[in-house]
Nanobody
Framework: QVQLEESGGGLVQPGESLRLSCAAS????????MAWFRQTPGQAREFLAA???????????DYSDIAKGRLYISRDSAKNAVYLQIYDLNHEDTAVYYC????????????????WGQGTQVTVSS
């Protein structure tokens, strides 16, 4: 049974950083594109970042965050783990963050695969 378990969320102040982790189990994810999405109340889950399996190529929804050095995605295939590092958190980052396996690239964004974790809550508040 495939399981994705996110961790690392919490209550932080604006300007702080978090590293979210996703532990995948149930099969090998070595060749899977892993992705992070987030969701705020009343909104659809939105794509944040993806990392491919074979070459660990990274993709982001908003490259301005990359330009600002705010968002990084990485993986440790030996551990079946994927990470999302977020720097300089602000109130707009408050959301539940979800790990996803086998995301697929579309013309405009990334569509999620069928496997989701339960999510980890990130709350940014002063």
């Amino acid at each position: 049974q495939v399981q994705l378990e996110e961790s690392g969320g919490g209550l932080v102040q604006p300007g702080e950083s978090l590293r979210l982790s996703c532990a995948a189990s149930g099969r090998s994810f070595t060749t899977s594109t892993m992705a992070w999405f987030r969701q705020t109340p009343g909104q659809a889950r939105e794509f944040l970042a993806a990392i491919t399996g074979s070459e660990s190529k990274t993709y982001f929804a908003d490259y301005s965050d990359i330009a600002k050095g705010r968002l990084y995605i990485s993986r440790d295939s030996a551990k079946n783990a994927v990470y999302l590092q977020i720097y300089d958190l602000n109130h707009e980052d408050t959301a539940v963050y979800y790990c996803n396996a086998d995301a697929l690239r579309t013309d405009t964004t990334w569509a999620p695969g069928g496997d989701w974790g339960q999510g980890t809550q990130v709350t940014v508040s002063s």
